[in-house]
């Protein structure tokens, strides 16, 4: 179908006028939702990105990559910000093929639809123009003729009456008269007929070569936006296909993810990690109290076998907290002082024979700063604690004996392979070496080969100190599997591997310790240990007092006292105290000088049992009642 809007719409100017400007709009307008939509692109894909990130695993959270459902998360994290950088580049081919383009192309075409319409408002001039002075010049000439009748009637009329001198004269002068207004008016005729004749020669000149030609300009211009409109379409049609494949990718990607997932691969790891080696505990043996009962049967036997009754349901080695190694570590070690000479608190303090005046341990204020602490704060005199526990018990050895037989094991094959590693690098270092050296000695101009012997030298005792370790490591590592080896056929013949009875004071001597299997040679919270002395003077501490220590419920009171005089609890275990202050008795005097008493159900500790008065539940309920002791 042909159109020529010279010739459809050549009365239309106006109209058409009005359509392009409304055209140039839509093409600003699509031209601003490209952007738009460039701008929602951009913002989605650094929204993607964050959101990989934040979910990205940490450095210090390695160890899970070797499970099956962390490596797919990774995966699809990965994938993820994947799409984020597609959609990036998609971003930026919208606003740099599309939105730059037509910003552009919008600007050229408002200038050339200014060009074409100022053409036509020309022409649109000159045929008004040409109009106006054919209109003047019809005007004139029937002006003319006008008056040329009347000037001619005026004439015929005194020519009839014509009978006098000056009559005669009258309609001679009038015939002048009319013959110039007839020639006037012949002058106006053909000045009208030359306008005529222009004006409708500039009419068809105008209608039927400048408006159509301007026109047809107007035209092909609307034609070549419409196009560049649909071109600006299929390019974002085609920048948004172009990223498809690549994202159809990462979602496969995903789905290979999510399908390598191994649940039973990632339980079997677990076990890998955290199995420790150790046999199970074995029965608890009977211990017989009875022979070494040094008191007789006094008002408070009943109350001692009462407790005796509950620290046989004591927990195992095993299933100790960790809290409870601090309080292992905390029994006074020494005799209690003697009683001050003067009850008063100023002669305590001037006593030559109070006890002598130290600066509080670390853990002591560690755990001071526990116990009044906040949440907050509480986390971290915890990690305090658990650094002065680590310096106290000493740093962990090289031969990872503290760790358990199969977590040692791993550990120790881990190293070996990484020194295996570097002892490779160092060789292939070395041989580098020797070949340039040889290259240097034939050819001296390319080097000097005495340069590289320090670099040899460092290699060679790199390589060595990597071999000693090595073999050393490997030694350890037999050692490991070796004991690993005895466990198994140990469990397998029905064996008992770990004897967890539990010691108290006199039951246990440390002779008895040391002659225990080195398998069975285990530290309260389930480690192993090498160090004979070290392990002994732990466990023989941290067993005389298991029995006392309950974290799951505390001790009974079985009665209250009353201090007599103050005393400062320097030492570790111990509990400070004011005169006439009123405590409840946990445990009584064992022989040793010292009572554990409590204060409130929260602090707990010795002091000298020669600085209180003590009264047992059976006089003394009354007098705990109305001193509002717990």
């Not at 190694?325 to 002669?347: A, Y």
């Amino acid at each position: 179908m042909s159109c020529n809007w010279g010739t459809e719409l050549w009365d239309q100017f106006d109209n058409l006028e009005k359509h392009t400007s409304w055209g140039i709009d839509f093409l600003e307008r699509y031209t601003k939702f490209v952007k738009e939509r460039a701008d929602i692109e951009l913002s989605y894909a650094k929204q993607i990105r964050s959101l990989s990130k934040k979910y990205h695993p940490k450095r210090n959270r390695e160890d899970e990559s070797r499970y099956t459902w962390f490596v797919a998360f990774a995966a699809t994290l990965q994938q993820l910000n994947e799409l984020a950088i597609q959609r990036e580049d998609l971003a930026e081919n919208l606003n740099g093929q599309i939105v730059c383009e037509l910003t552009r192309y919008t600007q050229e075409l408002k200038a050339e639809r200014k060009s074409h319409f100022q053409d036509g408002r020309r022409a649109q001039q000159h045929i008004e123009s040409s109009w106006k002075q054919l209109e003047s010049s019809k005007r004139r000439f029937e002006r003319d003729c006008k008056e040329a009748e009347r000037a001619q009637h005026v004439s015929n009329k005194i020519d009839l009456d014509n009978k006098t001198d000056g009559e005669k004269r009258c309609s001679l002068k009038a015939r002048q008269t009319a013959q110039q207004k007839q020639q006037a008016a012949e002058e106006s005729r053909k000045d009208y007929v030359t306008s005529l004749n222009q004006f409708n020669q500039d009419q068809h000149q105008h209608y039927h070569t400048l408006v159509p030609v301007i026109y047809q300009r107007i035209q092909d211009m609307e034609e070549r936006r419409i196009e560049r409109i649909g071109e600006a379409m299929r390019s974002l049609a085609e920048a948004e296909r172009k990223v498809l494949p690549v994202v159809t990718r990462c979602l496969d990607a995903m789905m290979e993810a999510a399908e390598s997932i191994q649940p039973r691969k990632d339980t079997h790891q677990v076990v890998e990690v955290y199995k420790s080696g150790f046999d199970p505990p074995g029965d608890v043996e009977f211990e017989d109290y009875s022979a070494t009962m040094r008191r007789s049967i006094s008002e408070s036997s009943y109350l001692d076998n009462r407790t005796e009754e509950r620290r046989q349901s004591r927990k195992l080695w095993p299933f100790i907290r960790k809290t409870k190694l601090l309080t292992l570590l905390s029994s006074p070690r020494q005799p209690p002082p003697p009683p001050p000479t003067s009850p008063s608190p100023g002669g305590m303090a001037n006593s030559p024979q109070s006890p002598p005046t130290a600066t509080r341990e670390p853990i002591t204020q560690r755990l001071n700063d526990l116990m009044t602490s906040g949440y907050r704060t509480r986390k971290q005199c915890l990690r305090s604690l658990k650094r002065g526990l680590t310096l106290k018990l000493g740093s962990n050895p090289a031969d990872c004996s503290h760790l358990p037989p199969e977590q040692r094991r791993k550990k120790l094959q881990g190293r070996i392979n990484n020194i295996n590693q570097e002892i490779q690098r160092e060789r292939e270092q070395r041989d580098a070496l020797l070949k340039m050296r040889e290259v240097y000695e034939r050819s001296p101009q390319m080097g000097n080969a005495s340069s590289l012997e320090p670099r040899l030298d460092e290699v060679k005792q790199n390589l060595h100190r990597l071999e000693e370790e090595l073999r050393r490591n490997q030694v350890w590592l037999s050692e490991a599997d070796s004991r690993l080896s005895d466990h198994s056929s140990r469990r397998q013949s029905g064996g008992c591997g770990l004897n967890s009875q539990a010691t108290t004071p006199g039951s246990t001597s440390l002779k008895q310790l040391d002659n225990r299997s080195p398998a069975s040679r285990e530290s309260p919270d389930g480690s192993y240990t090498e160090d004979h002395s070290a392990e002994l003077h732990f466990k023989s501490r941290s067993s005389e007092f298991d029995d006392d220590f309950d974290d799951e419920e505390p001790l009974p009171s079985i009665g209250t006292c009353k201090s007599l005089y103050p005393f400062q609890g320097q030492n570790e275990g111990t509990l400070s105290m004011l005169e006439g202050e009123l405590l409840s008795v946990v445990e009584e005097d064992k022989g040793d000088g010292w009572t554990r008493v409590r204060r409130n159900l929260e602090e707990e500790g010795y002091v000298p049992t020669s600085y209180i008065k003590v009264f047992l539940d059976s006089s003394a309920k009354g007098f705990v009642q109305n001193s509002r002791l717990v």
